[in-house]
């Protein structure tokens, strides 16, 4: 944002000498001339007239730059400023012993970004978050490279379903923690006044309907995948199956825009556009970390504030989202029932007796 080179040619313009120019800076003559050398060879441009006996002034290009800069200054100055105020921010929290930052992955939510401006206002908590998929998500947290990751999952998935044998691999009881954020409802994202009168997924398999997917690896796309194969349809039969977007935001622009005629998302998502929202199925989402980060304070801070009246308010506002014991340490093996699932026994073959 600020080269301290244009401090440098500044100086000199201004007082006409580099002894004078390095004491109004408050350097030496030889930092000065080093520094001024050193860019000239990087820019492979000369910066400063130098004639012995003559007051030293800007070359050509010297003059051209700084210009440059000045008006870069200028027509950014706004953003500038706001760039240093966030910076300030973020170097004054490393030095203040009561703020936490906690490294989040996560699947895409609403709740969740509302969440990050919650916790800065309420307990100096920094959520660093990168959306991804939850299996991302999921992945990033075991491989330690960050605390806390979020997914979600239909409450009462079958036996032998896609999130069971996505997620059971990579989750396991007393290794990791499960918390509880929000239950949220996930259905079919429209244009306004559904003009296609789409009801149902077995509708994306009609004739002239173009359909906005999620990417692999998330959740939704999980969750998709899961209902077309209990509703039996096949997917090479919906127009759009293999187009997908990052986000449920970007689904529901990509239906605003009118590049498809539906998308499977959250109903914030859809309001966040004006577009109408027809509810398929509530899910749970959950935040997870490991067992031995659990005590560390950043992410007992979270759970604080999760906890709170206030959070659960904000949350109970949002379209489409209810509080789900949002910040309470839960059992996984009880939450998810891939655990529970009894194994099926083996039974021997009958031997018919043979004939004598």
Same mark, same amino acid.
């Given at each position: !944002? ?12 201004? *007082? ?14 030889? =930092? ?8 000239? /060879? ?6 400063? +007239?130098?004639?012995?006996?003559? #007051? ?10 700084? &210009? ?5 200054? $200028? ?25 936490? @930052? ?17 916790? @800065?206002?309420?307990?100096?908590? =920094?959520?660093? +978050?990168?959306? *991804? ?12 490279? *960050?605390?806390?990751?979020?997914? =979600? ?22 290794? =990791? ?17 559904? #003009? ?49 977007? #990052? ?9 605003? $825009?009118?590049?498809?005629? @539906?998308?499977?998302? +959250? ?13 398929? %199925? ?16 950043? %992410? ?10 206030? &959070? ?5 506002? !949002? #379209? ?7 910040? /309470?340490?839960?059992? !996984? ?5 891939? &655990? ?12 018919? $007796?043979?004939?004598?």
């Amino acid at each position: !944002m600020r080269n301290p080179l244009m401090d440098m040619l500044l100086a000199i313009r201004e *007082c006409g000498s580099i002894s004078a120019a390095a004491k109004k800076l408050g350097l030496s003559y030889r =930092h000065v001339w080093g520094e001024l050398k050193r860019w000239e /060879e990087d820019l492979g441009q000369s910066l400063i +007239i130098w004639e012995k006996g003559q #007051p030293a002034r800007l070359s050509s290009f010297g003059d051209k730059l700084l &210009w440059a800069e000045r008006q870069a200054q $200028a027509r950014l100055a706004a953003q500038i400023s706001s760039l240093h105020a966030e910076m300030e921010r973020a170097f004054a929290m490393v030095f203040d012993d009561a703020s936490h @930052v906690l490294s989040l992955y996560a699947s895409h939510d609403e709740a969740m970004m509302e969440l990050r401006n919650h916790t @800065v206002r309420q307990q100096k908590l =920094h959520l660093d +978050i990168q959306f *991804c998929g939850s299996v991302d998500a999921i992945s990033a947290l075991n491989e330690g490279r *960050c605390i806390m990751a979020g997914f =979600h999952t239909p409450p009462h998935p079958v036996r032998g379903s896609l999130p069971e044998r996505t997620y059971k691999r990579l989750l396991k009881p007393g290794l =990791h923690k499960l918390i509880g954020f929000a239950r949220r409802e996930q259905g079919l994202i429209v244009a306004k006044g559904n #003009p296609r009168s789409i009801s149902s997924l077995k509708d994306l398999a009609r004739p002239g309907l173009r359909f906005v997917n999620r990417a692999l690896g998330t959740g939704t796309r999980l969750l998709l995948d899961q209902m077309l194969a209990e509703q039996e349809v096949n997917p090479l039969e919906i127009d759009g199956y293999a187009f997908a977007e #990052p986000s449920h935001a970007a689904v529901a622009s990509a239906v605003a $825009a009118g590049y498809a005629d @539906v998308g499977l998302g +959250i109903e914030a998502a859809a309001r966040a556009q004006h577009l109408d929202f027809v509810p398929l %199925v509530e899910e749970d989402y959950y935040l997870v970390c490991l067992k031995s980060t659990l005590a560390e304070p950043a %992410v007992q801070a979270l759970l604080a504030v999760m906890k709170t009246a206030e &959070w659960q308010q904000r949350l109970a506002r !949002m #379209p489409g989202y209810t509080p789900s014991r949002s910040g /309470e340490v839960l059992s !996984m093996s009880k939450e998810l029932p891939w &655990w529970r699932f009894k194994s099926q026994k083996k039974v021997a073959p009958l031997v018919e $007796a043979s004939e004598e």
